[in-house]
């Protein structure tokens, strides 16, 4: 299933919450998986580190403990992006000195910087708020490997480099991809508008959960209700399986005590032990581990002959109102009714394609 975000005013709350989470999942036969979830507590601003939650014993590992990342962020504890410029200016670095360490030629060493490492840069830089200033520090770093991978002098400037002049090399500086994304309506002197709302310089923010007519029509939602409404086609599915399945049981059941065929009437669609679903071709098992409980049922009502006006008919041995050409019934003796031992074992359910 999709992902389970919890956000409650006190400690208690989400530890009830949890509880009733934990014995909904039981019933559902879902497993939880606490190890790959994380949890971060704040109070009137403030980080609270000495405050854990825990799903059925197994603790919850805390954001300072264990960061995760989505979408190409690292998320920590810290309430703030100022790790973020540490964080992608490492990464900035550590890439540039294993290009850089590689055998390949400068030239190459450049493709391999501006169609790999720089588009790898903009996603974060985009996400986080990391300052101006942090990212020109990143440019002038970068542009010392490219002078020196091609075979450049130093003191070229920066405009003669990736300016539109003799060399124009195919390269951006990181400044300006920066500037470009979050700049962009400023250059064209409009405003970008989000194109659902018309919400004014949408942020990212606003596009993946904000907007409001994306919330109002379920767009966020889609997803996540498809993958639930097949979910459900499939346990409804399996659901009618294990139903029909248990009238083959109880059949079994019955005949093991002792009571004849001719006192039991078998009424199921009989549609599983022969399906091209079923990993067993010719069984039919009830439960897990379970044993075959399809040999030597009778099919005394199968496929559309299991229907509510024959059931009536046959358990008042009515042959007459049965709709079949070889009707059998539960045929009345003179002995009173109480002692008299009868069984109508009935399944309409129709298997529903999963």
């Known amino acids: 299933m999709d992902d389970v975000t919890i956000l409650l005013q006190t400690a208690a709350c989400t530890n009830r919450l949890l509880k009733r989470l934990k014995d909904l999942f039981t019933w559902a036969r879902m497993k939880k998986k606490p190890s790959k979830s994380r949890s971060l507590s704040i109070r009137k601003g403030a980080r609270k580190d000495n405050i854990s939650f825990s799903v059925n014993g197994?603790?919850?590992?805390?954001?300072?403990?264990?960061?995760?990342?989505?979408?190409?962020?690292l998320y920590t504890a810290e309430i703030s992006d100022k790790h973020m410029a540490v964080s992608v200016t490492t990464q900035l670095t550590s890439g540039l000195k294993k290009i850089d360490e590689s055998l390949l030629p400068g030239k190459f060493k450049v493709w391999c910087y501006q169609f790999t490492q720089?588009?790898?840069?903009?996603?974060p830089l985009k996400l986080c708020d990391i300052t101006s200033s942090t990212v020109l520090k990143m440019d002038a770093k970068a542009n010392n490997y490219i002078r020196k991978?091609?075979?450049?002098?130093?003191?070229?400037?920066?405009?003669?480099?990736?300016?539109?002049?003799?060399?124009?090399?195919?390269?951006?500086?990181?400044?300006?991809?920066?500037?470009?994304?979050?700049n962009l309506h400023r250059w064209y002197g409009t405003?970008?508008?989000?194109?659902l709302c018309g919400h004014q310089s949408p942020s990212l923010q606003h596009i993946l959960s904000g907007c409001k007519t994306a919330l109002t029509q379920g767009?966020?939602?889609?997803?996540?209700?498809?993958?639930?409404?097949?979910?459900?086609?499939?346990?409804?599915?399996?659901?009618?399986?294990?139903?029909?399945?248990?009238?083959?049981?109880a059949y079994q059941i019955a005949h093991q005590n002792g009571i004849p065929d001719s006192r039991i009437v078998v009424m199921m669609y009989d549609d599983i032990a022969y399906n091209k679903k079923n990993p067993?071709?010719?069984?039919?098992?009830?439960?897990?581990?379970?044993?075959n409980v399809y040999p030597g049922v009778p099919k005394d009502y199968t496929g559309e002959d299991v229907t509510a006006g024959?059931?009536?008919?046959?358990?008042?041995?009515?042959?007459?109102?049965?709709?079949?050409?070889?009707?059998?019934?539960?045929?009345?003796?003179?002995?009173?009714?109480?002692?008299?031992?009868?069984?109508?074992?009935?399944?309409?359910?129709?298997?529903?394609?999963a």
């Open 58 to 73: 197994e603790a919850i590992p805390r954001l300072i403990d264990q960061p995760v990342k989505s979408l190409g962020r």
């Open 118 to 123: 720089f588009h790898r840069l903009l996603w």
């Open 149 to 182: 991978w091609l075979g450049l002098p130093r003191c070229l400037s920066t405009s003669a480099l990736f300016g539109k002049n003799t060399l124009r090399l195919p390269m951006e500086t990181i400044s300006f991809g920066y500037k470009l994304e979050k």
């Open 191 to 195: 405003e970008e508008l989000c194109q």
């Open 219 to 249: 767009r966020y939602g889609w997803h996540h209700d498809r993958v639930l409404r097949k979910l459900a086609e499939v346990i409804e599915g399996r659901r009618l399986e294990v139903n029909k399945a248990n009238v083959c049981h």
């Open 280 to 291: 067993y071709p010719g069984k039919i098992i009830n439960k897990p581990n379970g044993s």
């Open 310 to 353: 024959n059931f009536l008919a046959a358990l008042k041995g009515d042959t007459n109102a049965v709709k079949k050409r070889k009707p059998k019934v539960i045929k009345r003796q003179k002995s009173h009714i109480a002692s008299v031992v009868t069984a109508i074992i009935y399944s309409k359910a129709k298997r529903t394609s």
